[in-house]
């Protein structure tokens, strides 16, 4: 082995960057205690761990300092580092947060409790198995048009747009919703996501399908009874209530709920 070779194999990775490296960056000396969940879908436990405290560290720091230095075989899923990728999503104090954006000081020395997110199978630790969600994405009736691209739009047609598309799929909202997350019905509910990409879909002027009926039969929309939760938890503050299920809810009541229509719709026969 060359010496350049021998370089590479010994240099840490950036994931495992001792937060001893600047001892000027550490807080008086002080700690933090973690109590991690360890563990698979037969069941595990919360272990503690003890780390330095470093000015302006993140859960995801001190979750990969955990995995560097104290238990090699701590599984954590994370991407970019930065609040972009969705990757991080995790239950803190019971809370769905993205770890790489919840600071370890908002918590003042008091306990910090990490586990998967809830709604969905365990893999190990605090990797869950979210393939559910791709599997719900791909029954979606893509975008159709009969128009032929670049589309011309109103102006205000293209803003209405632009909230939906922010989505970074860390699916924190399906994790607090208490359709998946008690009532455990994903056979029957898509979840707050995918409204949110549905409505997308529905309220682009050039898309020419119908999902209503597909909104209301299989993804179980009247499940929602709007209580704000996925709401509250969104990293990138996609108003998923107000903006996608409540107009979703009124397309469909305004289809299959209007007397006039419900009437023409004997009328025909359908």
């Known amino acids: 082995m060359d010496n350049e070779a021998a370089n590479q ?14 001892e000027k960056a550490t807080v008086d000396g002080r ?50 580092k930065a609040a972009h990728c969705g990757s991080c999503s995790a239950e803190i104090n019971g809370r769905p947060k993205l770890m790489c954006k919840t600071r370890v ?14 709604a969905f199978p365990v893999i190990k630790d605090l990797v869950s198995d979210v393939s559910w969600n791709y599997e719900v994405s791909r029954g979606i009736t893509p975008f159709t048009t009969s128009q032929q691209a670049p589309f011309t739009m109103y102006e205000e047609d293209v803003e209405r747009l632009y909230e939906p598309k922010k989505c970074i799929e860390c699916f924190m909202c399906q994790d607090v ?17 995918f409204f949110v990409r549905n409505q997308w879909l529905e309220m682009h ?4 399908a119908d999902r209503l009926s597909e ?24 108003h998923i209530t107000d903006n996608s299920i409540i107009p979703l809810k009124e397309r469909v ?17 359908r």
């Not at 919703?177 to 996501?193: E, S």
């Not at 909104?215 to 996609?238: A, M, Q």
């Open 9 to 22: 194999k010994d240099m840490a990775s950036k994931a495992h960057a001792d937060v001893h490296a600047d």
């Open 31 to 80: 700690t933090a205690k973690l109590r991690v969940f360890r563990g698979d879908a037969a069941g595990g436990e919360e272990v503690e761990y003890e780390i330095p405290l470093v000015e302006g560290m993140v859960v995801l720091d001190a979750v990969l300092h955990v995995q560097a230095h104290q238990a090699g075989d701590l599984a954590v899923r994370w991407n970019c």
């Open 105 to 118: 000081e908002e918590y003042d020395g008091g306990e910090i409790r990490v586990h998967p997110l809830r």
């Open 177 to 193: 919703c208490h359709v998946l997350r008690t009532h455990h019905k994903h056979a029957q509910f898509a979840g707050p996501r």
């Open 205 to 208: 002027p050039m898309d020419e």
């Open 215 to 238: 909104l209301k039969e299989r993804d179980g929309l009247g499940f929602c009874n709007i209580t704000k939760c996925c709401t509250e938890v969104c990293p990138v503050d996609i």
């Open 253 to 269: 009541a305004d289809e299959y709920y209007d007397p006039a229509k419900w009437l023409m719709r004997k009328i025909r026969g």
